[in-house]
């Protein structure tokens, strides 16, 4: 782990905290973080020549697996015609129109350059559009880090003690209201306290900041019904879930329908890349169509597209990856649980579609207070002994672990023997 520790204190000196994303720093598990230097399929590689097997995948990006040819070409291809040129490009064209075509109940697309951009102008938008402030979130989701996000968020702002970030004005806080994930009356208590005045609710489909809890049936419909009752719009965060539970990400997968979605991660195959989408007629309130005012240099860039474009290819053509992923993540988590029940440890797993999350509590999870009882200690170790045995994972509780389409049998057997070496010593 040499190599490793020397480019972390070099990287201290240079980098706040080492690192260009909190997570990233190995602080909720007290270790020093692995430096990669090269990943492929569902490897990856550290600076000391490490091979482990990757369920952090980029946080999500990589759902094919890394270094993929198909998008490897593509990026190669584009790059020789030039990098960027502040100007539209053929490929945002397509590659909007291939997410209305896959993703339901889009009309419209406005590419970014990330999740927490492609958010924070959705948030401008259901503003703009409702001509209300207000906005309702839920504890322990984490929808990336503009002002008004930053408010008992999930995600590394919950490993830092910092759900509410300092830098964030009160007068920003205060329309933020939080409510509880899974609890329709803590959401329709903040309409009733606060009528006419709520723009939007913003839900992560599938909350996977505070690990992995699922919305319990009628919870995302009975959003959309409160919604439609009192005028606000439903921002479904699909950052995470889009082009992931489904081609048609968490409205096709769960049947309910959201007035504005924000993409990233996969839709970037790996480039920096995040998108918001909706109605025309919702849409038509963005510049330069109307007074909802974004914009972005390096937004539609054209390798980036070249990337994301091959990877929405790919899964548009290859439906059969969806099955596939959710069968590995189904058997992954069949067989940590299996072993936790082998070892009596305290530990549950939570899994939708690819993603899958462990707690270590005797109690399910399907809250962030459930969440929040995990043991910290015990993850922290766990992760150190999984890393210790070449797996990969999140260095933090409050995330998920990806499945790829690149994970074998065998590369999931391995990770299930090693979960239960670990738990035995839990
Ligand atoms: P980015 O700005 O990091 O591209 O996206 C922000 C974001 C928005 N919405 C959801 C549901 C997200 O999960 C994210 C970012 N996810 C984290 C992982 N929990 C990114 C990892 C990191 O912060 O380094």
Not at 105 to 127: H, I, Q, Y
Request: proline share 5%.
């Amino acid at each position: 782990m040499e190599r490793s520790s020397e480019l972390f204190a070099r990287a201290k000196e240079v980098l706040p905290g080492g690192v260009n994303s909190p997570v990233r720093a190995y602080r909720a598990v007290g270790m020093t973080p692995r430096f990669i230097s090269r990943a492929d399929g569902a490897y990856i590689w550290d600076a000391d020549g490490r091979k482990y097997i990757d369920y952090v995948c980029s946080w999500g990006p990589m759902i094919l697996g890394h270094n993929h040819p198909i998008i490897r070409e593509a990026v190669q291809k584009a790059v020789m015609d030039g990098l960027s040129f502040g100007a539209p490009t053929q490929r945002e064209v397509e590659i909007a129109e291939l997410m209305i075509r896959m993703v339901p109940n889009v009309e419209m697309v406005r590419m970014v350059n990330s999740g927490t951009e492609a958010v924070m102008s959705a948030l401008r938008l259901a503003r703009g559009a409702t001509g209300r402030d207000k906005i309702i979130k839920f504890e322990g989701c984490y929808h990336g880090h503009s002002d008004c996000m930053l408010v008992k968020a999930g995600s590394s702002a919950m490993d830092g003690g910092c759900p509410d970030s300092a830098g964030v004005p009160a007068g920003t806080a205060k329309d933020t209201l939080m409510a509880q994930y899974n609890d329709l009356t803590s959401v329709q208590q903040l309409f009733d306290e606060n009528p006419k005045q709520v723009a939007c609710v913003i839900v992560e489909p599938v909350a996977a900041n505070m690990g992995v809890v699922g919305p319990n049936p009628g919870f995302l419909q009975g959003l959309r019904d409160i919604c439609d009752r009192e005028g606000a719009l439903l921002i479904f965060d699909e950052v995470i879930t889009g082009f992931r539970l489904a081609k048609g990400g968490a409205q096709e997968y769960f049947g309910v329908r959201a007035d504005i979605v924000t993409f990233g991660k996969i839709i970037g195959g790996g480039m920096p890349v995040g998108a918001y989408c909706g109605s025309r007629e919702l849409m038509e309130h963005v510049a330069p169509c109307g007074p909802v005012y974004q914009a972005g240099t390096l937004a539609g860039n054209p390798v980036a597209m070249a990337a994301g474009l091959a990877q929405l290819s790919y899964l548009d053509t290859h439906p059969e990856v969806y099955t596939a992923i959710a069968a590995s993540a189904e058997k992954l988590a069949q067989g940590m649980r299996q072993a936790a029940q082998e070892t009596h440890a305290p530990v549950q797993i939570n899994q939708v579609g690819s993603l899958v999350a462990p707690f270590f509590t005797p109690d399910s999870v399907q809250s962030f207070s459930g969440a929040k009882r995990s043991d910290l200690k015990k993850y922290a170790s766990y992760f150190g002994n999984m890393l210790d045995r070449g797996i990969y994972l999140a260095p933090a509780q409050f995330e998920a672990m990806f499945v790829s389409a690149a994970h074998t049998r065998a590369d999931l057997e391995q990770t299930v023997a090693a979960a239960k070496s670990v738990f035995e010593s839990l």
